[in-house]
């Protein structure tokens, strides 16, 4: 495989569905899925509820019949038809509010997108395989455990021509010993970026092709645990019930640490719940920890009763894109998510909507959009980005990315409090400025902290997190002066605090990524030391986490 027609990086929802919809268009079309995981799936976590309306557009231009094969009833087992939204005063009060989302839909107002009545829980580690299957099944290659490091890009004509592999085989000096396999340029005549929450290639791509954001991408972090409950538990807490709760353990009206973000519940499987915790990562406390968050919320007394003496079966982390429509990467002349014959997908772009918390179904637009675009411009694949934007407006994605577009911003410019309420008429404020999410670091600290430490090794055997030992670290601290010199003294080291899988320790003096095996690739990291000063590259093929149900 080094020349194709098709190159899609990263086999998620997204790229999947680009890939689906080609074949299903032009089944004679030469398509290659790459993928840095082991499996279909292991990369994969989300929340999440699901509008699942598109996978009929995807699904059905290949199988009429496709909502009664056996995978479409285990993926989609879950209908919500108690949506519960939650206001959490301290640690033992609980509010449901759900009856605003009533009124909203009632008046019409932007708020009612919070409402997940009739949307599907589902596990996106579990859709992914599934789409997998059916790729695979229409004639696309897809192959799972090499790494994409860079993309080839030609300034002066531009064009991407290929992609380039990471070296396989290194040894940890960054030697090569008899075994060393050097990453292989793929050539390709459209290259698709659907690598997911700030992807490696697509953050270069955007780099050397010069497409620009009007705001600034915004993250948030997400862990999430999966427990077996008794019968009992799970019974009360239903097989159609979603919880997304706000205020404590991340803001209350009064004095409180004022974080964006929330705990959420879903029923995973029989007698299984998932249990997860969002943070911004706009977060001010340097002693703050997510999975700390997770813990607090874990403990709340509405939570507790579901899932109290239970067992966690699965852990896992990911950054979720929040920045909204104007964090878009888009080329500035024609305004095109993507340029000439490179395209950005699902969450590379950032297609979610934090408003509606939710991104999946976008992704699989885009990914049909790509697809559909593609089949259209046979004979000038250069004007393939911008038939793709042309048909993302159509399909829907961007009319709803802009219904919600100031709203992550309001957040952060006038804290949750007031800022998710003015949500309601957030299209009339200006677009807020604001400042990568690393910026926010202060010397404050967390006001909930727990008393017992979070168990991250745990967390990471959980998470079934490997890399071959042997290579090179992907994470690399770049100036380890500014370590000792400035954050130390200052936030006291906080990536070590902040990583999910304790992969900092200070050894020495020196604060280092001494643990890379554990890596999570959630890359929170990258986006949250304070000084700007961790670069994550990724590791060889084939390492990371293996989600199954996440
Ligand atoms: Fe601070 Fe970043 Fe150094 Fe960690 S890597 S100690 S967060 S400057
Ligand atoms: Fe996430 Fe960075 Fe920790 Fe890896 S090292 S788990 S990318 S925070």
Partial sequence: ???TSVLIVGAGPAGLAAAITLKAEQPDAEVCVIDKAAEPGNHNLSGATFQAECLSTLLG????????????????????????????????????????L?????????????SHQGNYIVSVSKLTKWLTQIAKKAGVEVIHGFAAEDIIYDTTKNIATGIKLVDQGLDKQGGKPPNYVAGEIVNADVIILAEGCDGLVTEKFIQKAGLVRKANQLYSIGVKEIIKVSDEQFKKFTAERVVHAMGYPLWTPVLGPAMFGGGVMHPVSQNHIDVGMIVGLDWKGCDFSPQDALTNFKNHKFVKKFIDGGTVVEAGAKM???????????????????????????????????????????AIKSGIAAG???????????????????????SGVMEEMKQSSRFRQNV?????????PLSVFGQKFPLFNVEKDYFALTRRKYKYKPAKSYDKNTFTALAETAHREEQPSHLTIINRNICAQKCTPKFN????????AGVYETIG????????????????????????NICWTAPEGGGGPRYKNM
Wanted: glycine content about 6%; aromatic content about 8%.
């Fill in 412 to 420: 952060a410019k006038l804290g949750p409090l007031f800022g998710i």
């Fill in 102 to 114: 009533k009124l909203a839909k009632r008046l019409r107002i932007n708020f009612a997108q919070m």
């Fill in 372 to 394: 559909q675009a593609i089949a259209r411009c046979t004979n000038n694949l250069n004007a393939v980005s911008s038939k793709y934007t042309e048909l993302l407006n159509m």
């Fill in 320 to 362: 979720i894109p929040e920045g909204g429509f104007y964090a878009l990467p888009r080329n500035p002349q024609t305004f095109a998510i993507g340029k000439s014959n490179v395209l950005i997908l699902g969450d590379a772009a950032g297609f979610v909507n934090m408003l509606k918390m939710k991104g999946l179904h976008n």
């Fill in 509 to 532: 003096e020196q604060v280092k990524p001494a643990n890379p095996s554990n890596c999570l690739h959630c890359k929170t990291c990258q986006r949250k030391c304070p000084f700007d």
């Fill in 1 to 3: 495989m080094s020349k």
């Fill in 493 to 500: 080291s906080p990536c070590i605090t902040f990583c999910p």
């Fill in 61 to 100: 231009a290949v199988d009429r019949n496709w909502e009664k094969s056996e995978q479409a009833k285990d993926v989609l087992a879950h209908k919500v038809t108690k949506d519960n939204v939650m206001f959490l005063a301290g640690d033992k009060f609980a509010f449901n509010i759900a009856f605003s």
